[in-house]
């Protein structure tokens, strides 16, 4: 084929689907193999939501992996610009559906920065705890859900259990099962309910009690080990090119935590322990997640502990009618359960926010993915893609 170009080559190139067993062995070596390109979704159930990949494939094994995003985008950037500072905080509430009040806080954060207000220590004390109570919600979706993708059933039951007990308190304080809505710039929409910190005590008391259940049914199990020890290795040095955060980038020893390493709220205040791994597979994944949910259920406990000694006194700041930003701009992150999420507001004086970036953590963590699936299987693009702890409405902005 010499002096040929590469259009006239794949022209008289010709797939044979069976050479059968007598062919000339020539022929065979000179026969041009062709890659596979297989989509998976974008249809739901792509996993966790309306997600495509576009995978090359050589036999079973991935040689390229491409996440297509975008199938979920529903233009909250730009929603915001026409929203007043109260009217956002629900369009942010929505946007990872398993950490709506973590995502309420980083808008209100950001204002208030914008604003030089400072919210009555109450109301600091309380969306800490709020927060914490939310981390382990999230977490506990996750820790159900991973199982049940390499096929155990019973997980997520267990999870789900404790997941109920926990959403009873955050109910009862703010009348959404998901979609709290009770943050507010200056502080809470209305004070704790009468006895609500005895019944989170019980809460959080009766989760910690049973949370070895579901670590009894994994922890051990050798199908799970199998399928998760070794499997989707995600080193260092990618997690810092492309700024993966969380549980995902702790779990590959990066000591990172925005809780203890630049506190917010009352973090300052308390003992918050990273949890690390230095496996970055799967298997460690999972096991920071866990071990995250029992640091979270003792900040709560700290929280309440607290809340029960401050002096009574305001859950919020009254507000003018008309609540307008003055000139200028900010940044404002929070270390939401998925990872990093960061809200840079930029306001000329007026009702709404001229922008509102916002970065969030799955558009970055699942990024990466690129770099993670090639060379494995497909058989284990399944476990990888579910230790990535995504939610897909978190990724279009």
Not at 214 to 227: K, Q, T, Y
Request: aromatic share 8%.
């Amino acid at each position: 084929m010499d002096g040929m170009t590469t259009e006239q080559e794949g022209a008289r190139r010709e797939r044979i689907v069976g050479i059968g067993a007598g062919a000339d062995a020539v022929q065979a070596r000179e026969l041009a193999t062709e890659d596979m390109i297989l989509n998976i979704g974008p249809q739901h159930p792509s996993t966790h939501g309306v997600l495509r990949l576009r995978l090359v494939l050589d036999g079973e094994r991935i040689t390229a992996a491409e996440p297509i995003v975008g199938y979920m985008h529903r233009g909250a950037e730009k929603l915001f610009e026409v929203r007043d500072y109260r009217q956002i905080i629900v369009l942010a509430n929505r946007h990872d559906w398993l950490s709506a009040f973590a995502n309420e806080l980083g808008v209100v954060l950001a204002v208030e920065r914008m604003l030089g207000m400072q919210p009555p220590p109450r109301a600091v004390w309380a969306r800490t705890l709020l927060a914490e109570l939310n981390r382990v919600l999230s977490h506990l979706m996750f820790l159900g859900s991973y199982p049940l993708e390499l096929g155990a059933i019973t997980p997520v039951f267990y999870a789900f259990r404790e997941r109920e007990t926990l959403q009873h308190v955050m109910e009862e304080i703010s009348g959404g099962r998901m979609h709290y809505m009770f943050n507010r710039v200056g502080g809470l929409k209305e004070e704790l309910p009468l006895g609500w910190l005895d019944r989170v005590t019980a809460a959080v008391a009766a989760v910690r009690r049973r949370l070895p259940d579901i670590e009894e049914l994994i922890a051990g199990n050798e199908i799970f080990l199998a399928r998760t020890r070794g499997v989707g290795v995600l080193d260092r040095e990618t997690i810092m090119q492309y700024g993966v955060s969380g549980p995902i980038a702790r779990a590959s020893g990066v000591d990172f935590d925005l809780r203890r390493d630049e506190p917010y709220l009352a973090y300052g205040e308390l003992p918050v322990k990273v949890v690390t791994r230095s496996a970055g597979d799967c298997h460690a994944r999972f096991q920071v997640l866990l071990e995250q949910v029992k640091v979270s259920l003792d900040l709560a406990d700290a929280c309440v502990e607290r809340l029960r000694h401050l002096p009574p006194g305001p859950i919020n700041q009254r507000l003018p009618k008309v609540l307008k930003a003055p000139e200028g701009h900010t940044y404002a992150w929070t270390e939401n359960p998925l990872g990093l999420n960061g809200y840079y507001l930029v306001s000329r004086g007026e009702k709404t926010p001229w922008r509102l970036k916002l970065r969030s953590a799955s558009y970055n963590n699942i990024q990466v993915l690129r770099e993670m699936l090639p060379g494995n299987l497909v058989a284990d693009m399944i476990a990888i893609l579910g230790s990535m702890f995504f939610v897909v409405g978190d990724i279009d902005k």
